[in-house]
């Protein structure tokens, strides 16, 4: 895939699938405009056109600043990959606590919400005067996708992005934008912490995953930018599990 003179936006980027999908994205010939709330590692190792910015995507003037960013600097916004979130100590119910979970939805549910507000009118303005399309890509989760038991208020904001995605598609079919999600299982990412390194916990967070593994960041990174890509011109509105068949049962 070639994305050679395109402008990226990438939220939560400094880690995890932001930070390997910036780097997919670099290689591939785009331009980035990198966020997260956290400076470290953001744009780390990065060459080409990159530029950064620190801040919360809770604050619905930080998507504006990003997107303002993209435009003065590249004179456009062509793909958005609206990739930043937070998941909550697993807990039921009655026993979350409601800032944790006032935090999650404001993040998870909210910043993507805010993030597309700002995204969309300068894609469609884009589109209107160029008549070429652009992407937008959404992180959700197999969570969104189904019930998520002790991560209820996670799930619950995945749900979210999953309504979310399908309403914006509806909204601009027609208006040269496709707006999409992914929706992987557990991942070897930070967020899936002890994980990673400790195989008894492996089982048996993936113990309902047919392949019976975590999916890699490559994998998942791999279908974010099938997603974006240009070529793939009529999946739109989609919420692509990558869950190693768990959708299948």
């Known amino acids: 895939m070639s994305f050679a003179g395109k402008t990226v936006l990438i939220t ?6 932001g930070a390997a999908t910036a780097k997919r994205f670099t290689q591939a010939g785009a331009k980035l405009v990198l966020g997260d709330i956290s400076k470290q590692g953001l744009g780390e190792g990065l060459s080409g056109d990159v530029v950064t910015l620190v801040g919360d995507v809770s604050d619905p003037a930080y998507s504006k600043e990003l997107v303002k960013l993209a435009v003065d600097t590249f004179g456009s916004l062509d793909i958005a990959i609206n990739n930043a979130g937070i998941v909550h100590t697993p807990a039921k119910i009655p026993d979350l606590p409601e800032a944790e979970c006032r935090k999650v939805i404001d993040v998870n549910l909210l910043g993507t919400f805010w993030a ?15 008549a070429e399309s652009c992407a937008i890509v959404n992180l959700a989760s197999v969570a969104g996708l189904g019930g998520a038991p002790w991560l209820s208020i996670y799930g619950a904001s995945k749900h979210g992005v999953v309504g979310l995605t399908r309403a914006a598609a509806l909204e601009h079919a027609r208006k040269g934008i496709r707006v999409n999600a992914i929706c992987p299982s557990f991942s070897a990412t930070q967020m899936a912490g002890e994980a990673i390194d400790d195989p008894e916990i492996e089982a048996h967070m ?6 019976r593994r975590l999916a890699t960041v490559d994998e998942v990174v791999q ?6 890509d240009p070529a793939n011109s009529f999946t739109t509105g989609q919420n692509i599990a990558i869950d190693g068949g768990l959708g299948a049962l």
């Open 223 to 228: 279908a974010i930018l099938w997603a974006a």
């Open 116 to 130: 597309m507000q700002a995204q969309l009118p300068i894609m469609e303005a884009q589109f209107t005067k160029t």
């Open 12 to 17: 939560g980027a400094s880690a995890g699938f």
């Open 206 to 211: 993936t113990r309902g995953v047919p392949m």
